[in-house]
């Protein structure tokens, strides 16, 4: 038997799980690392990561014969910005897809070229998340680390140049930066010089499935692993999850809730929103693509009502309980969940989280469903604008949220969905991941590979009175939000 390592990088830790080629998971482990919140600011120092990875790899090493780990691959965080010298040294943190400081930088450009041009080119908004308008940022606000960097790579770029000595990227993470022609599948010239940056930063593309070399002698040794362990180059974690949720397929669609939370799929075409909620990746499949709507906050936004009422100790079984108590709509209490900002559906970084219909009847289980109620009418509003172009009955559910029967609940009834749950329901990037190592190591031939790894086990089914009481919520969501736009922006200003 053979064994692929899959390293999940996310937002505040990487999970690192070990495969069978039979798509058996042997093991995983989680190891956390700080991010750095700071109003619009969100940084991330790279070596953290790295040296996640590095841990996380000795310890899968431990588990099987060396000599039997054929490759690891990467799902990682995506939008990021790390430039770093011609050595792989990084010279600052990691702006992370969570930093919105870039929002002068996205105007101006879209000013110069467009905002219909740069959708259409790049199945993207001008927005200050994507690596593009961070690095104008940075060129702008710390000229010397700009004129010293030698590439901008993203998170899990940074990874596998210190595992292997090579600088690449892959398709999916190339486009997410805001730089990419998406329908010719490689840097846009005319958006670069456009944007005044240098070209020789951006470095070359490969397909995520495409090996991109073997651990350097003295990596594996200190990670335990022969030097013949191919590294896949890998990908972002949007379209790694979709292939981890099962939706290879044209048209399959699933949500994933962790600490952001978004609905994605598979398509033959890039989908290009009339209303431009939606964005458009290249898929880690060949010749794929994936379109998706994202919010910043799902997780986030629970973690916080956890921390503002200081039960850090907590389980969250237990908030689940507390939110099982309530009636849906929460006697009236709308909450907003826009602490970070926002993309899909509102694309508004000047936004903020909001609490609206406070009574003195309110208890703190009604807070705590508000939460998950706005949380999934966020995401309602988002599923929106795909049913615009396709029916959508069924979503497969995935993330570290869908364990949560009450969550589900909540989401099915808002979004008027059946969810269908696979069995590995917090593994979806790291199957995607260990697929792409199998792939890049030619141990499999295709992506028809996944029915060794997924299967689903668990449904459910929206209930239609709950459906009829949210049905006359959504509008009042929105209301809220755009009544309060010009409130939230002034806020921020005087932040």
Known sequence: MKYFIAHDLGTSGLKTSLFSDQGQLITSLINDYPVNFDGRRATQNP???????????????????????????????MNACLLVDEDGKPLHDTLIWADTRAEKQASALTEKLGFDYLYELTGNRPAANYSLYK??????????????????????????????????????????????????????????????????????????????????????TELNLSPTTLVVAGGGDGPCATVGAGCIAPNQFYLTYGT???????????????KKALFSFAHVIPDKFMPLGTMQAAGTSYKYIRELFEDYDVHASEYDKLAQEIKPGSNGLLFLPYLIGERSPIWDPRASGAFIGIRTTHQKAHFIRSVLEGIAFNMEWILDSFRDFTEIHDLVMTGGGAVSPVLRQIFADILDVNFIIPRNIQESTSIAAAILAGIGSGHYENFNCLER????????????????????????FRSAYQGLKPVLSELDNLR
Not at 47 to 69: F, H, P, R, T, Y
């Open 47 to 77: 070596d953290d990561l790295l040296n996640a990875v590095k841990l996380g790899s000795k310890e899968m090493a431990k588990q099987v014969a060396s000599e039997d780990i054929l490759a690891m691959s990467f799902s990682a965080q």
């Open 135 to 220: 690095l104008m940022w940075l060129k702008e606000n710390q000229p010397d680390i700009y004129h010293t960097a030698y590439k901008m790579l993203q998170p899990k770029d940074y990874v596998s140049y210190h595992l292997t000595g090579h600088m690449v990227t892959d398709h999916s993470d190339a486009s997410g930066t805001g730089a990419y022609d998406l329908a010719k599948g490689a840097w846009s010239d005319q958006i670069i010089e456009a944007a005044g940056v240098r070209a020789d930063l951006f470095p070359q593309i490969v397909k995520s499935i495409e090996p991109i070399g073997y651990l350097k002698p003295e990596v594996a």
């Open 260 to 274: 952001s939370a978004w609905i994605g799929g598979t398509t033959d075409e890039p989908v290009l929103d009339p």
């Open 453 to 476: 790894f997924i299967e689903f086990t668990d449904k459910t089914n929206s209930n239609q009175a709950n459906v009829e009481i949210y049905n006359s919520f959504k509008p009042l």
